[in-house]
């Protein structure tokens, strides 16, 4: 822990000074436009007595639009070093379990949820909270689904588990990919919008008449233009044939602003995606699965600048002049809804698998930093045998310096685990730190233990029922239904893990006893694993009626 203070720290005041540079800079570059923007007005002021002043105009203009430029990319520079130098401050804050900042991730809270809600998935102080290192919101999604849904199969979680181990050491990936992301502020929202254009029918693409309209009005108005510098009668036809341009943009006047409306605000997201992808494809990585997000970077950041390109284009049309003169002479707004269109034919069915790399890589750098920063924890093993074995198990939200580590063998035919001890003795915790890890490991992270094994499994859990006045439940019948919940699931077939903590609470003691003990019988002749934490020490008893 010591070591990681310090890397932190280290790393945190290599940022500060970096961005005393970056400042620096950016006043050097703010004085040397206000000399320049000076210098053009002294220039435009003594150019009407001495004509040969105007020559230094155009050189004086160029290197006022280099500075400018110039400033604009040191800004995004010193913003991108602001988030870095505040990663490190919360970084240094959560090696305390001080984690607060991050995003808890309370939207995706479902206290329907098989395991979720009991194990204290999301929402303030939550396993999401002090795993989360996302920088985009499509990000933060698919680390819930990780948590949410395991992945589907034994090569699945061994590919993520080799790209997390790599992930571990490339800290300065990590972290700017953290801090390039949270100058996004992307939303769902803005997506599903973007899609709803993407599964639009087009107005312009494969309309033959309307293309060949766009080839032959520029041409003609070229013409009109040479004729006219030719022979000035010529130019009342510019004018006729202007006002016939117009005439035909009214026709597409709805469709044309409606996808300006569905495509204004992602031209600024799109460049910013595009610089993620970027930042992947400059990468060198051996993980299979990170070849395959790595392969797919380069050709997407290069077709997403594109598209942002073509939207900026299109954006051009909000200026009068530019309007006027444009759709005027070559049916300007028509001719950006085609390169649009076009740009949404060839790329439409890619866009989806675009965000999910830059989601998955999101949530891939997530469990990195988290094995990262807990450097005692073991990668899993991920079997085919119905058997659980931790040793040295903690939960990953207890302090190290508070936590208590227990071991735990679990599998056929000793598959029912009972678990009894006092109030406050931490049975509870033992049981969702069996969960959460099992969570961690079939998401293919590592695992607070010095070795765990686990199958593929589903896992159920009754732990916290809660009443609803809503959904007309007490608390005794929501409980009823998580335990028939979890009765059908390991009915079913499938392997599960079930984790039971004080199972029918809502009942009398004699009855909650009665139907303990019926509900084990039940586990004992299922394919189950299955841990249960009470009070009830009579239900010890059941180890003479099923010694196994």
């Not at 995004?76 to 130098?85: A, Q, Y």
């Not at 997201?269 to 993620?276: G, H, M, P, S, V």
């Amino acid at each position: 822990m010591t070591d990681l203070n310090h890397f932190y720290t280290e790393r945190k005041n290599d940022f500060l000074r970096e961005g005393q540079v970056l400042a620096l800079v950016i006043k050097r570059i703010s004085l040397l436009r206000i000399v320049v923007a000076l210098a053009l007005a002294v220039a435009g002021y003594f150019g009407f007595s001495h004509p040969w002043i105007w020559l230094t105009l155009i050189p004086l203009v160029v290197v006022f639009l280099f500075l400018v430029a110039k400033h604009g990319r040191e800004e995004g520079k010193l913003d991108l070093n602001r988030n870095l130098v505040k990663l490190n401050e919360l970084e240094l804050k959560a090696l305390d379990h001080h984690y607060s900042e991050f995003n808890d991730g309370r939207r995706f809270v479902g206290p329907h949820h098989a395991y979720s809600y009991d194990l204290d998935l999301f929402g303030a102080a939550s396993v999401y909270q002090y795993l989360n290192r996302c920088g985009t919101v499509i990000g933060e999604e698919q680390l819930a689904k990780d948590l949410n849904q395991p992945q589907i199969s034994i090569e699945k979680i061994l590919s993520r588990q080799e790209a997390i181990k790599e992930l571990v050491e490339k800290i300065d990936f990590r972290q700017w990919y953290w801090a390039q992301g949270h100058l996004l502020h992307d939303s769902t929202h803005d997506n599903d919008k973007l899609f709803d254009w993407l599964n639009g029918t087009d107005v312009v693409n494969g309309k033959r008449k309307i293309e060949f309209a766009l080839v032959f009005f520029p041409i003609v108005s070229a013409a009109l233009i040479a004729l006219t510098i030719y022979n000035s009668s010529f130019f009342p036809l510019i004018l006729l044939f202007g006002g016939v341009q117009w005439f035909i943009i009214s026709f597409f006047t709805k469709d044309i602003s409606k996808a300006e409306a569905a495509l204004s605000k992602h031209r600024r997201l799109f460049e910013k995606y595009a610089t993620l992808l970027s930042g992947i494809s400059s990468q060198s990585f051996q993980a299979n699965h990170l070849k395959e997000i790595l392969d797919e970077s380069v050709s997407a950041s290069q077709k997403i600048r594109k598209f942002s390109g073509l939207v900026n284009a299109f954006q051009a049309r909000q200026n009068a002049m530019a309007s006027m003169f444009g759709n005027s002479l070559y049916l300007y707004d028509l001719q950006c809804l085609l390169r649009l269109e076009r740009w949404r034919a060839e790329n439409r069915s890619y866009v989806e698998d675009w965000l999910f790399k830059i989601a998955e890589m999101d949530a891939l750098n997530s469990f990195a930093t988290f094995s990262f920063n807990n450097p005692s924890n073991c990668v899993p093993t991920i079997h085919n045998r119905l058997s659980i074995e931790a040793v040295d198990m903690a939960h990953p939200l207890i302090n190290v310096s508070e936590r208590v580590t227990n071991s735990c063998t679990l599998g056929m035919p000793t598959h029912i685990m009972l678990v009894t001890g006092a109030n406050m003795a931490g049975k509870s915790t033992f049981l969702r730190a069996v969960g959460v890890n099992v969570v961690l490991a079939l998401s293919g992270s590592s695992v607070n233990a010095s070795s765990f094994t686990c199958p593929m499994l589903k896992l159920v859990t009754s732990m916290r029922a809660t009443d609803s006045l809503v959904e007309h439940q007490s608390y005794f019948y929501a409980e009823l239904t998580r335990i028939k919940q979890i009765m059908d699931q390991v009915k079913s077939g499938s392997p599960s893990l079930v984790l039971l903590d004080e199972i029918l609470r809502g009942t009398n003691s004699r009855d909650k006893q009665d139907g303990s003990i019926g509900l084990i019988r039940q586990f004992v002749t299922s394919k189950s694993l299955v841990i249960l934490a009470s009070h009830d020490v009579i239900l010890g008893e059941l180890q003479k009626e099923f010694p196994d």
